[in-house]
């Protein structure tokens, strides 16, 4: 249930149908010389006005849900043998979907933006610089293929190199990396509830949270809040622009554009993202800057049967499906055919 707003006192409450209830009786009685609370008229019509207030609010954001979007987004989910979450929204109106949006899921590579959020706090501090040279230690290694595993102890890489490793192959060596120089996952978190971000945490080498590791892996977030996050570094609202400039140009170089979301895009708009995967678990979030309505699309799965590595994975196939389902929805104009 969504909270409303209570303007006696200004307090937020979620006692939404009691509230309806009181206005919509207070409506009917309105007619009455003394209503049976032994307000006078005027007295009653000035909370009847009130309650009128509150409830064009209250009909105003239920517009903000888009409801036929939000019907062909669930018709194509059905039958999905997992758990999916899932958070749209139109950048130029304001309409969502939100599709078990605030549940909680495991980020699996996505938790690299968070990361990202946290070595960008560390040089706008001035501890760092997006050139400072930094020496490897293979303490940081992450075994399997990533480009910096082959790196030697002692070798030398600049940050923004890192940064891009994290964000563009996805490396997991260079974010184990990052999210030491950013103070380790303890400062992340607590930058993120800083922010407001109170479901986005780093699990992984993160002292304390190793239940959360457990049931989540290298971090946790919900399709809303990451989309949240996303926004809000597209808008420039966090740090400074140029900060968030450096971040969205970070955020456009995924090499992983096949197998998900990203693949369903046309190659000639920019799409700031970062998908990440596990066994039982296939996520995605991205910004589509479309030329008429720009969109988030955040789109999250675990528990899911299948879990195979293969393009035609049920998750992956049916977030291509939804990306596709998106981007024909908020450019119907375009011509361009996935060959």
């Given at each position: 249930?969504?909270?409303?707003?209570?303007?006696?006192?200004?307090?937020?409450?979620?006692?939404?149908?009691?509230?309806?209830?009181?206005?919509?009786?207070?409506?009917?009685?309105?007619?009455?010389?003394?209503?049976?609370?032994?307000?006078?008229?005027?007295?009653?019509?000035?909370?009847?006005?009130?309650?009128?207030?509150?409830?064009?609010?209250?009909?105003?954001?239920?517009?903000?849900?888009?409801?036929?979007?939000?019907?062909?987004?669930?018709?194509?989910?059905?039958?999905?043998?997992?758990?999916?979450?899932?958070?749209?929204?139109?950048?130029k109106?304001?309409?969502?979907?939100?599709?078990?949006?605030?549940?909680?899921?495991?980020?699996?590579?996505?938790?690299?933006?968070?990361?990202?959020?946290?070595?960008?706090?560390?040089?706008?501090?001035?501890q760092?610089?997006?050139?400072?040279t930094?020496?490897y230690?293979?303490a940081?290694?992450?075994?399997?293929?990533?480009?910096?595993?082959?790196?030697?102890?002692?070798?030398?890489?600049?940050?923004?190199?890192?940064?891009?490793?994290?964000?563009?192959?996805s490396?997991?060596?260079?974010?184990?990396?990052?999210?030491?120089?950013?103070?380790?996952?303890?400062?992340?978190?607590?930058?993120?509830?800083?922010?407001?971000?109170?479901?986005?945490?780093?699990?992984?080498?993160?002292?304390?949270?190793?239940?959360?590791?457990?049931?989540?892996?290298w971090?946790?977030?919900?399709?809303?809040?990451?989309?949240?996050?996303?926004?809000?570094?597209?808008?420039?609202?966090?740090?400074?622009?140029?900060?968030?400039?450096?971040?969205?140009?970070?955020?456009?170089?995924?090499?992983?554009?096949?197998?998900?979301?990203?693949?369903?895009?046309?190659?000639?708009?920019?799409?700031?993202?970062?998908?990440?995967?596990?066994n039982?678990?296939?996520?995605?979030?991205?910004?589509?800057?479309?030329?008429?309505?720009?969109?988030?699309?955040?789109?999250?799965t675990?528990?899911?049967k299948?879990?195979?590595?293969?393009?035609?994975?049920?998750?992956?196939?049916?977030?291509?499906?939804?990306?596709?389902?998106?981007?024909?929805?908020?450019?119907?104009?375009?011509?361009?055919?996935?060959?």
């Amino acid at each position: 249930m969504h909270n409303y707003p209570n303007f006696e006192g200004g307090k937020v409450f979620t006692k939404f149908k009691l509230q309806m209830q009181h206005l919509y009786n207070l409506f009917c009685e309105s007619k009455a010389e003394v209503l049976t609370f032994g307000c006078k008229k005027h007295q009653a019509m000035q909370k009847i006005i009130l309650g009128l207030g509150i409830l064009l609010s209250i009909s105003a954001f239920a517009q903000k849900t888009d409801s036929k979007l939000e019907k062909e987004i669930t018709e194509a989910i059905k039958g999905f043998n997992g758990d999916i979450g899932i958070y749209a929204k139109d950048l130029k109106t304001g309409k969502t979907v939100a599709i078990n949006a605030d549940t909680v899921f495991p980020t699996a590579s996505v938790v690299k933006v968070p990361i990202l959020l946290g070595i960008t706090h560390k040089i706008m501090s001035g501890q760092y610089t997006y050139d400072s040279t930094i020496s490897y230690d293979t303490a940081f290694l992450y075994p399997g293929e990533d480009v910096l595993g082959e790196f030697r102890q002692g070798g030398k890489i600049r940050i923004k190199k890192l940064i891009m490793l994290m964000l563009t192959t996805s490396d997991n060596t260079a974010s184990l990396w990052l999210q030491a120089l950013s103070g380790g996952g303890t400062r992340i978190n607590e930058i993120m509830d800083s922010l407001g971000y109170h479901h986005t945490r780093v699990n992984s080498r993160t002292p304390g949270r190793e239940a959360n590791r457990t049931e989540y892996g290298w971090g946790q977030t919900t399709p809303r809040e990451i989309a949240a996050l996303m926004e809000s570094i597209y808008r420039s609202k966090l740090y400074t622009p140029a900060a968030c400039e450096t971040m969205m140009r970070s955020l456009g170089r995924n090499f992983w554009d096949e197998e998900a979301a990203l693949s369903q895009i046309p190659p000639y708009i920019q799409v700031f993202s970062k998908n990440g995967a596990v066994n039982t678990t296939r996520n995605e979030i991205l910004l589509v800057n479309a030329p008429h309505r720009p969109y988030i699309l955040s789109i999250f799965t675990k528990n899911n049967k299948d879990q195979s590595w293969r393009t035609s994975n049920e998750a992956w196939t049916l977030t291509r499906k939804i990306s596709a389902l998106l981007w024909q929805y908020f450019e119907p104009g375009d011509k361009w055919i996935k060959p």
